[in-house]
């Protein structure tokens, strides 16, 4: 089975630095999908940033990027000049070709973002 | 525009009561899911389904009961409150191969108190 660790519980970083959330993950697939969902208190769950485990180059999405290394099999995500609007629970997910669409989740890390 | 709506957002009920949660999405996905959410905020997988008439348990055992008569709709019951189901519930939907796209659409959650 697939897991997914998520070491930090608890990150904070000064507003408009950069903080590295880190993740990773055990698998014995190839081909499989990694995701950072963001949770902001009492609001939705929304996806982040998304990587395709057979594409090298990492994922950018604006101030988000990840650093995918598959054979350490780590997924950390960088949040560059963080903003108070970053402030949450950040999750990260795993899915496999096997999984049958199932997402199995990190342990999530609470970042807070000081002013 | 399409989304995940659970009812209610808050509910604070008595030990014993029935409850329902009510989770209805607008976006056609045929597959569902369930999650407890801890005070810690980690994520537990309670129940799936992947069409009408599917429904299946999680990996943390739940008392509570879903069923999907219609496709956009998911709710799910206790047929008898306790404090120890105190925690947040959370609902998502995802298409066929959801890791293509955006992995899972969640709901804002709704969080039960029981006392």
């Known amino acids: 089975a697939q897991t997914v660790t998520q070491s930090q519980p608890e990150m904070s970083v000064q507003e408009a630095e950069t903080v590295t959330l880190s993740c990773t993950y055990d698998?014995?697939?190839?081909?499989?999908?990694l995701f950072w969902y963001k949770q902001p208190p009492s609001r939705q769950m929304i996806l982040v940033i998304r990587?395709?485990?057979?594409?090298?180059q990492n994922a950018t999405e604006n101030r988000f990027s990840v650093n995918f290394q598959k054979a350490a099999k780590s997924f950390s995500l960088k949040i560059s000049d963080s903003q108070l609007g970053d402030a949450a629970m950040y999750f990260c997910?795993?899915?496999?070709?096997?999984?049958?669409?199932?997402?199995?989740f990190g342990g999530g890390t609470r970042l807070m973002v000081k002013p | 525009e399409a989304d995940i709506y659970q009812t209610p957002r808050y509910l604070v009920i008595g030990t014993g009561k029935k409850i329902t949660l009510e989770c209805s999405q607008t976006?056609?996905?045929?597959?569902m899911y369930w999650y407890q959410q801890d005070p810690g905020m980690e994520l537990h997988l309670i129940h799936y389904?992947?069409?009408?008439?599917?429904?299946e348990k999680g990996d943390l055992s739940s008392e509570s009961t879903v069923s999907r008569i219609r496709t956009e709709h998911f709710p799910l019951t206790l047929e008898s409150a306790r404090p120890s189901h105190t925690s947040q519930y959370l609902c998502?939907?995802?298409?066929?191969?959801?890791?293509?796209?955006?992995?899972?659409?969640f709901g804002s959650g709704t969080r039960l108190t029981v006392v």
């Open positions: 389904s992947y069409g009408v008439n599917s429904t």
């Open positions: 998502a939907s995802s298409e066929e191969g959801a890791y293509l796209h955006g992995g899972y659409t």
């Open positions: 997910a795993y899915t496999g070709d096997n999984a049958g669409n199932m997402l199995t």
């Open positions: 698998t014995s697939e190839s081909d499989y999908y």
């Open positions: 990587q395709e485990a057979y594409k090298q």
């Open positions: 976006m056609g996905h045929d597959k």
